[in-house]
């Protein structure tokens, strides 16, 4: 494997830190692979718990915090739901 486009100051880095383990750039660069890979990250379910984790760092998600900018519906949607039926009519009959 080559990595292409490392910038100076990050290879003196890794120059650095790998003569400070007795290694050569290579084997540090490995281990540090190898750290950096060896906890695997829990994988959300969906994108609703990846985006609720992301925003945990910061305070998480407040819900109702968004004043103003929900519309409740006030409209009488029973004729609706006699002429297409409600989602449990409509389910049962596709079974």
């Known amino acids: 494997m080559t990595i292409r486009n490392l910038d100076e100051g990050l290879k003196q880095r890794l120059r650095v830190r790998a003569a400070t383990h007795g ?4 084997g540090e660069a490995r281990d540090i692979l190898r750290t950096a890979l060896a906890t695997t990250e829990p994988v959300a379910r969906n994108l609703a718990d ?13 819900p109702g915090s968004r004043s103003g900018t929900r519309r409740t519906l006030t409209r009488d949607h ?4 006699r002429h297409f039926g409600t989602a449990h009519t409509r389910t049962a009959a596709l079974h």
């Open 23 to 26: 290694r050569s750039m290579e």
């Open 50 to 62: 990846t985006i609720r984790a992301r925003l945990q760092s910061v305070g998480g998600i407040r």
């Open 78 to 81: 029973s004729r609706y739901q």
